[in-house]
């Protein structure tokens, strides 16, 4: 009885890993930012490598490539790209990189484009349906490039579609329209979230998080949480927060926590966080203020 129980699970290791290519066998996948590599993480599983370009900490918005980018991108199979003008550089990054197999993906294909100030929205993966069909496209990407793998590539996302529609389902139930439907933010991030969930968003800055707004653009925003008694400010992570605790101290407003998801803190990094643990968070916090 004892060498039949050192062996049964040396039999269940061999077998749980005999569909696992080889690491040299894997997709050789770049993501500009931390929502793509983490969507094409959940859809390739075992038969993608990805790594995003930018690193978590630095700021989408504002990121050039470095020569190790094209270096890299130049022995790639695939890059995944929010599009939507995010990415800034993507241009410049096709003219530099001599790669005629490389695949680009824009993910926010055929996603209808919110508009502000004649500048397209991107931030389209902060509606979880708008992140469902991000990873849809990320799917018919992998199963046009590995065909040998379409099976596992759909099974994974359907798997991921069904998280996306729970999550959706969690915002429309705790996010009651009419009730609490002040989003105050510190840029323009948030709103297809808004518009998923009848949200009136009023950011004070735009759609870069590193633009500044002006001092008219403040007292704007502090006039209308006092005659509104709008409850609750958000501020994101990675963003610069001077503008919005000038808004909290000129109000009585509550500050809080809402995340563009744009890239991982150090501390997230350590505990693991991804986009459906962040948009948990995001919608616990949102939720205050229909209370």
């Known amino acids: 009885m004892k060498g039949f129980k050192i062996f049964i699970p040396l039999i269940a290791l061999t077998l749980a890993g005999c569909d696992v290519l080889e690491s040299g066998d894997k997709l050789n996948v770049y993501t500009s930012f931390f929502v793509m590599e983490d969507l094409a993480k959940k859809v390739g599983g075992d038969y993608v490598n990805v790594t995003s370009i930018v690193p978590s900490g630095s700021e989408i918005h504002s990121y050039e490539p470095t020569t190790g980018d094209i270096r890299n991108l130049s022995q790639a199979d695939l890059f995944i790209y929010n599009g939507a003008g995010l990415e800034h550089f993507i241009n410049q990054l096709r003219n530099a990189i001599d790669n005629p197999n490389l695949v680009y993906v824009e993910a926010s294909q055929n996603i209808e484009l919110l508009s502000n100030d004649d500048h397209d929205d991107p931030h389209v993966w902060l509606s979880p349906l708008n992140a469902k069909k991000e990873m849809e496209n990320i799917k018919r990407a992998l199963i046009e490039v590995d065909a040998d793998h379409s099976s ?3 099974n994974r996302y359907r798997l991921f579609a069904e998280k996306f529609d729970d999550l959706h389902l969690q915002y429309q139930t705790m996010l009651l329209p009419g009730v609490g439907s ?4 510190g840029h323009a991030a ?3 979230l808004a518009n998923e969930y009848d949200l ?5 800055a735009g759609h870069d998080s590193e633009q500044e707004p002006t001092q008219q653009d403040i007292a704007n925003i502090i ?3 006092n005659q509104n008694n709008i409850p609750y400010i958000y501020a994101e992570s990675l963003t610069p927060s001077d503008a919005v605790l000038t808004v ?7 500050l809080e926590i809402l995340y563009a998801i744009e890239g991982l803190s150090v501390n ?14 995001n919608l616990f916090a949102l939720a205050k203020g229909f209370i």
């Open 223 to 225: 006039d209308i949480v």
């Open 268 to 281: 997230q990094i350590i505990t693991n966080e991804d986009y459906f643990s962040l948009m948990k968070d």
């Open 248 to 254: 909290v101290e000129e109000t009585n407003a509550e």
């Open 182 to 185: 002040y989003l105050v933010t």
């Open 190 to 192: 948030f709103g297809y």
């Open 152 to 154: 596992y590539y759909e």
């Open 200 to 204: 009136v968003v009023l950011p004070i």
